[in-house]
């Protein structure tokens, strides 16, 4: 590749635990899927360790649109495609060698303000990585009390959950709060104030939105099947995570498919005995000191890896995997 096509293929942020699931992998060739293609660079990386080609999602059109360039950089063998990594068979042929999925908002989106994703800069409440649906400002203004309170603490574990919702609902009564400097100025208000270290007081709220404005766990659970059927035997599944609500579906499905399962909660029963889908590493991979350094964003990543055996997919049992219950309608 050319300086100038180089130039042109570099990523503006770093992707995490790229290193880790090159090695794990390795060698890397055939066709793979990044479901989550945001800035391009685990499908660089894909490619410059020997993929033959990388087939890549996103919902987000703007990212699809500013991604061409590096397109055209890797002479056609990095196919862009606009859709949700939950039907990522359907844009793929069976029988690829990986799928890759970096779960939760890019920072490239984080970075951009218009886009409403992040508390530090101030911009529309928006949140929604596709640009169409409802909006982060359409649950905050139209929610109920009761139904904001819960998507704060099944989506955000947010421990302070009514007590937010009662401050969006009474501030919401004098004006609409559509932007996202006024939403983390009213949790900060209904909030005690912050020991010195501790993380910004709206964090798990802007985590919660985004979640329900995407509907984050539908989608996960989805491109988990979605990955088993489009698989051959022997290819890779890898996810990576950014919190333990995430992190804790991931780990369960793996359990599930490679006959590592027990049971989900003592109150369920056990599930029937079913052949082994994919053989899975029992402990997640963690980024390395030196990585945490170069990358703060990676500090809180987790990588669980599976390898696809030759058992026909299947539909994973839902109520298993650990998702939090459904809430908006």
């Known amino acids: 590749m050319s300086a100038a096509a180089r130039e042109a293929a570099d990523p503006p942020h770093v992707p995490v635990l790229l290193d880790a699931i090159l090695t794990m992998c390795a060698p890397v060739h055939g066709v793979w899927l990044d479901g989550t293609f945001g800035a391009g660079g685990h499908s660089r990386g894909l490619l410059d360790a020997g993929a033959d080609r990388v087939i890549a999602l996103d919902r987000d059109p703007n990212v699809i649109e500013m991604a061409a360039r590096l397109s ?11 859709g949700t990594f939950s039907e990522l068979d ?5 029988g690829l060698d990986g799928v890759v999925l970096d779960l939760g908002v890019s920072s490239m989106q984080l970075d951009q303000a218009e886009r409403g994703f992040s508390f530090l800069a101030d911009g529309p409440l928006d949140m929604r990585m596709s640009g169409s649906g409802r909006s ?50 009213v949790i900060e208000a209904a909030l005690p104030r912050q020991k010195p270290g501790a993380s910004h007081p709206a964090t798990r709220t802007f985590q919660a939105l985004r979640i329900a404005v995407n509907d984050e766990f539908t989608q996960l659970a989805g491109g988990l099947e979605a990955a088993e059927r489009a698989l051959r035997p022997g290819g890779w599944l890898a996810v990576v995570s950014f919190h333990s609500l995430e992190d804790r579906v991931v780990k369960r499905f793996f359990q599930e498919r490679s006959g590592r399962g027990g049971r989900a909660s003592r109150h369920l029963p056990e599930g029937p005995a079913q052949a082994p889908r994919f053989a899975a590493r029992s402990k997640a991979v963690l980024p390395s000191a030196a990585e945490v350094a170069r990358n703060p964003r990676a500090r809180s990543a987790r990588l669980r890896l599976g390898r696809r055996t030759a058992a026909s997919a299947g539909p994973a049992d839902r109520s298993r995997l650990g998702l939090p219950r459904e809430i908006l309608p």
């Open 72 to 82: 055209e950089a890797y002479g056609g063998r990095l196919d862009l495609v606009e």
């Open 90 to 94: 359907r844009h793929a042929r069976p």
């Open 136 to 185: 982060a400002a359409d649950i905050v203004g139209g929610a109920s009390e009761t139904m904001l309170a819960d998507i704060l603490f099944h989506y955000g574990e947010e421990r302070a959950a009514r007590s937010i919702a009662r401050a969006i609902v009474n501030r919401r009564k004098d004006a609409p709060i559509e932007t996202t400097r006024a939403l983390a100025q």
